[in-house]
């Protein structure tokens, strides 16, 4: 009898396991970048975006955590991590040497394309242009806390061959480019191409002259990333997490879900009418 009832009280305790653990819910804040249409960015401080649709599928199939994403400037998002004052940003490109502050990087989420778009009198024979050579004597616009180019570009910038001019926006870099305070601007294709449409739409900068934009050479492609502060002992749930959302990742990709999102967020967008 005793045998018996210390089986049921056994049994009981196992029984209840599973719905003491669904009550371990870990609260998560995630970064985003606040200024990087239409991948990722801010309205009324409520972030939105392509990569934002993708992860807010992705953690709700990650029962275990409560996730609040936070939109925040590119570059104080960058010193969160640095800081180990944040968990986790998106999105950015895999910089393993420049930022080692970040570590590691998710699997990647999204592919983007980076274009450099110039005024049209500039660099005027775009068959022969070899980045980022032909662009010697140039000035550049660059998003904030942005490391895109290459290290080619980048070590042209250090000779003074190339000058770098950044600003804190999309918006910002293309009005610099409309308004000639820069001779190109680089970034992702889509970002560039979304931007100049939303301008376009704002009657404020109807007598700019849009025709005198052209996309002159693609750079590079590259993926972004969710990236994780170094620093794992701040977070011991770290591991877990990160293992966690590389499977949906994973999963999404090959079920096509991203794909589908990426897709239905720039239609009827990407091209731009002059």
């Given at each position: ?12 305790s196992l029984l209840s396991l599973p719905a ?98 110039c005024n049209s009198d500039t660099l005027k ?54 308004l000639r305070r820069v001779d190109c601007y ?89």
């Amino acid at each position: 009898m005793i045998i018996k009832r210390g089986f049921i009280v056994l049994l009981l305790s196992l029984l209840s396991l599973p719905a003491y653990a669904q009550k371990q819910i870990i609260a998560v804040t995630i970064y985003a970048d606040d200024a990087y249409p239409p991948y990722s960015y801010s309205e009324n401080g409520e972030a939105k975006g392509i990569y934002y649709q993708i992860l807010i599928k992705a953690f709700a199939q990650m029962p275990n955590y409560k996730v609040t994403i936070q939109p925040v400037p590119w570059k104080r998002g960058l010193k969160l991590l640095e800081k180990g004052a944040g968990f986790a940003l998106y999105p950015p490109y895999k910089r393993s040497k420049e930022r080692s502050y970040i570590e590691p990087y998710s699997t990647p989420i999204l592919e983007e394309e980076v274009a450099a778009f110039c005024n049209s009198d500039t660099l005027k024979n775009t068959d022969s242009l070899v980045w980022p050579s032909s662009f010697r004597n140039l000035t550049i616009g660059i998003n904030q806390g942005f490391s895109t180019g290459g290290e080619a570009f980048w070590k042209m910038v250090r000779r003074g061959d190339i000058s770098v001019e950044s600003a804190n926006s999309n918006k910002q870099n293309i009005l610099k480019l409309l308004l000639r305070r820069v001779d190109c601007y680089i970034n992702d294709r889509g970002s560039i191409l979304w931007g100049l449409k939303t301008i376009r739409g704002d009657n404020q900068y109807s007598n700019m002259e849009f025709s005198d934009i052209e996309e002159k050479t693609t750079i590079s492609s590259e993926y972004g990333h969710l990236g994780y502060t170094k620093h794992a002992s701040y977070y011991p749930f770290k591991q877990s997490f990160i293992k966690n959302f590389n499977h949906v990742i994973e999963k999404m990709l090959n079920d096509g879900s991203i794909e589908q999102i990426s897709n239905q967020f720039f239609k009827n967008n990407l091209h731009f009418e002059k």
